[in-house]
């Protein structure tokens, strides 16, 4: 009898690309439920344009590379990339905002560097920042949740559609601050009282009502990925721990000026979405189990540096994008131990 013999590493299962991506996608639905429930049609509309614009921006630059286009598009890359920058972004923002962030993220973050695997920063962080950075005003106009509307109700299907479509003030006496937002704004004030004077905190000691639900059901979605074995639970983890002891060590729970207690950087904004859909991207992160940790800290480091002392109150995407510069460093001394050695090489050893 005669056996097959093969070579390591051995396979217990098939994960390629497309179904990794597949699972990114549906680990989202938890959150984009929590927030369509809280917020209304507006990220749906997000959704609708930002993918269909990624498709078509990326079938453009395959057609002019002469790459299969269909192979490429299968793989999901796109579809990943314009569902987080749609979860990302403010609901109702104008379809124009839309379509330049996923271009921008699509064409020049992936594509212009080669493609899928190439890109050394994660594409729909950089769309974002991109837009942050120029139309401030749109990117900050988040709306309040329905629980805090005056008649229990949001803008209906078609007055969301005509706000995004027409950049319509339809949507207007619906808006307000995030509970971030709140804090940075109220410098100097005492949290008790930024609470009972703002509805948007009021009742909700966590982080603020609607943001605290959107955060775990992101925190779901991102265990379902764990337990899947999308990705290791090194850096989300890491960053995760780095901001709560950041926002503990700096909160004395009295005024503003310490940036809100530790449950509210954990629950509010976009700290979820970023510990397990952003920061685990494969191609623009660390690699080395040691590097994840590293990577992921300070990512959380500077989450709390920048809602803090800096201009933004929600800091994800610009930690998530300066740690993507660090990644190759770290990457580089954080050297793996090689089989059969009793300690990593180290990687400013010269080799004969």
């Known amino acids: 009898m005669s056996f097959m013999s ?67 598009l299968c793989d999901c890359s796109a579809l990943v990339t314009a569902v987080l920058l749609a979860l990302a ?14 271009v921008t993220s699509i064409i020049l973050a992936k594509q212009l560097y080669g493609g899928l695997g190439l890109n050394p920063f994660n594409p729909a962080m950089v769309g974002y920042v991109v837009l942050l950075i120029s139309f401030p005003v749109e990117m900050t106009r988040w709306i309040n949740p329905v629980t805090l509307s005056a008649d229990g109700q949001l803008p209906s299907l078609w007055e969301s559609l005509v706000a995004v479509f027409s950049n319509s003030s339809a949507v207007d006496a619906y808006t307000g601050a995030t509970p971030l937002d709140l804090f940075k704004n109220y410098d100097g004030t005492l949290a008790e009282q930024i609470v009972s004077q703002e509805p948007l905190l009021n009742n909700a000691m966590l982080a603020g009502v609607g943001w605290e639900w959107v955060n775990l059901a992101f925190l779901a979605g991102g265990l379902v990925l764990l337990q899947k074995k999308i990705f290791t639970w090194h850096a989300p983890v890491s960053m995760l721990v780095a901001l709560t002891i950041m926002s503990a060590l700096f909160y004395d729970g009295g005024s503003s000026n310490s940036g809100g207690s530790p449950l509210l950087h954990l629950l509010s904004g976009g700290t979820m979405l970023g510990a397990f859909f952003i920061i685990t991207d494969p191609v623009s992160s660390a690699v080395s189990t040691k590097g994840r940790i590293i990577y992921g800290a300070g990512i959380g480091i500077l989450i709390y540096v920048i809602r803090v002392w800096g201009n933004y109150p929600d800091a994800v995407a610009f930690a998530v994008l300066l740690m993507n510069f660090a990644a190759p460093f770290i990457d580089y001394y954080t050297l793996p131990r090689t089989y059969g050695h009793s300690k990593a090489e180290r990687a400013t050893r010269k080799r004969d």
């Open 6 to 72: 093969a070579s390591s590493p051995h396979t217990r299962q098939v994960q390629n690309t497309s179904n990794v991506m597949q699972w990114v996608i549906l680990a989202t639905i938890p959150g984009f439920l929590a927030l369509s429930y809280f917020f209304g049609w507006g990220t749906l509309i997000n959704l609708m344009i930002a993918s269909a614009t990624a498709l078509a921006s990326e079938a453009f630059v395959l057609r002019l590379r002469k790459r299969p286009i269909m192979h490429y």
């Open 89 to 102: 972004l403010p609901p109702y923002a104008p379809w124009w905002i839309i379509v330049v962030g996923t």
